[in-house]
């Protein structure tokens, strides 16, 4: 898919990966029957794949037992860039990644718990021991990414 705005788009992979890594939330697309349904998440990236949980139900296993497609967002830098004079001249600084790709569970106690460390070393820069009764009640997901792109609206000019 061709970006409209060539000017605001980033192409350097290395640039985008720091946007994913500098997010703090991955806002998950997910769609079921014809309905669109988006969620806040955390999450956990290794350069591959994102890597989420769940709980053993929920809203979000409804749709994903629909439909393993998956879209996701993030940004960072967001800042609001006023005009005193033309409502029309307000916009935003930021910096964001959007992509695809398909998600599937992780089943084993070892893949379960290093999914969960891919998310934790997003929030806390460490890995952490997972009890077996936490990983029995905790669903584990891996994203593949099929594709990825970003953009930057950088602020605007005051010259």
């Known amino acids: 898919m061709t970006m409209r705005r060539r000017d605001k788009e980033v192409v350097s992979r290395a640039e985008i990966d720091a946007v994913i890594q500098e997010a703090n939330v991955c806002r998950l697309g ?5 309905r669109p349904y988006v969620v806040p998440i955390s999450f956990g990236y290794d350069g591959e794949a ?23 967002e993030f940004e960072t830098h967001v800042q609001i860039q006023t005009d005193d ?19 599937s569970e992780l089943v084993s106690d070892a893949d379960k718990a290093d999914g969960l460390n ?17 990983l029995a009640t905790t669903r ?6 099929d594709s990825l792109t970003g953009k930057r609206s950088a602020k605007k000019s005051t010259a």
């Open 30 to 34: 997910l769609a079921m029957d014809n």
């Open 50 to 72: 994102l890597y989420i949980h769940t709980a053993p139900k929920g809203k979000k296993l409804d749709y994903i037992g629909a439909n393993p497609r998956v879209c996701f």
């Open 85 to 103: 004079s033309e409502a029309c001249k307000w916009t935003f600084e930021f910096e964001s990644v959007i992509g695809y790709g398909t998600i």
């Open 118 to 134: 891919h998310v934790m070393r997003h929030y806390s820069g460490r890995d952490w021991a997972f009890a077996s009764k936490d």
């Open 140 to 145: 584990v997901w891996r994203i593949e990414i």
